[in-house]
Antibody, heavy 117, light 111 residues
């Protein structure tokens, strides 16, 4: 069965960077896109970006352009999301989600990132 | 801010039918992009309910159905059950933002 296992919770100071991993199993890694979505406390879902694990191409939400980078390691079927210049507003649960280019089928368990001085 | 608008909450008694609207614009739903729906229980991972406007992934009960018309879409839940109490989000693609967009989210309460 499809599994997306994310790295554990992180606490970061404002201005720092965070890198969250998402290890995929149970399917052909290069056959599906991987999205990153976050949910801040009391807020809705926010799409952050997408990577095509086949060719490594990426697209990011305009709001996060320049601060977010999504990469992949095909040898370990792992996708990474790095967010830099962290602010308190980046405190959220971050999800990876496997799917098609236009929607997400299966989701990771979520990773809480807390930004606090 | 989200470009897809949903009602903040809807409620219904067990067994009733409720609908959730998702209103977009000519740069997303109205441009012909499909609408997808997710169910999200706090503390858990979101779950895909409907993809491509009206298709259910395997395992999703046929109590859930979707539709799309013009610049809007709807999710209907018939035979409402206690386990349906959750947050629901629509999602589409927006040309002007060049990316995924989610709706504002709707909390469904089973009375």
């Amino acid at each position: 069965q499809v599994q997306l296992v994310q790295s554990g919770a992180e606490v970061k100071k404002p201005g720092a960077s965070v890198k969250v991993s998402c290890k995929a199993s149970g399917y052909t890694f290069t056959s599906y896109y991987m999205h990153w979505v976050r949910q801040a406390p009391g807020q809705g879902l926010e799409w952050m970006g997408i990577i095509n694990p086949d060719d490594g191409s990426t697209r990011y939400a305009q709001k996060l352009q320049g601060r977010v980078t999504v990469t992949k390691d095909t040898s370990t079927s792992t996708v990474y999301m790095q967010l830099s210049s962290l602010r308190s507003e980046d405190t959220a649960v971050y999800y990876c989600a496997r799917g098609e280019e236009v929607f997400a089928r299966d989701w990771g368990q979520g990773t809480l990132v807390t930004v606090s001085s | 801010q989200s470009v897809l608008t949903q009602p903040p909450s809807v409620s219904g008694a067990p067994g009733q039918r409720v609908t959730i609207s998702c209103t977009g614009s000519s740069s997303n739903i109205g441009a012909g992009h499909d609408v997808h729906w997710y169910q999200h229980l706090p503390g858990t991972a979101p779950k895909l309910l409907i993809f491509g406007n009206n298709n259910r992934p395997s395992g999703v009960p046929d109590r859930f159905s979707g539709s799309k018309s013009g610049t809007s879409a709807s999710l209907a839940i018939s035979g409402l059950q206690a386990e349906d109490e959750a947050d629901y989000y629509c999602q589409s693609y927006d040309i002007s933002l060049s990316g995924f967009v989610f709706g504002t989210g709707t909390k469904v309460t089973v009375l």
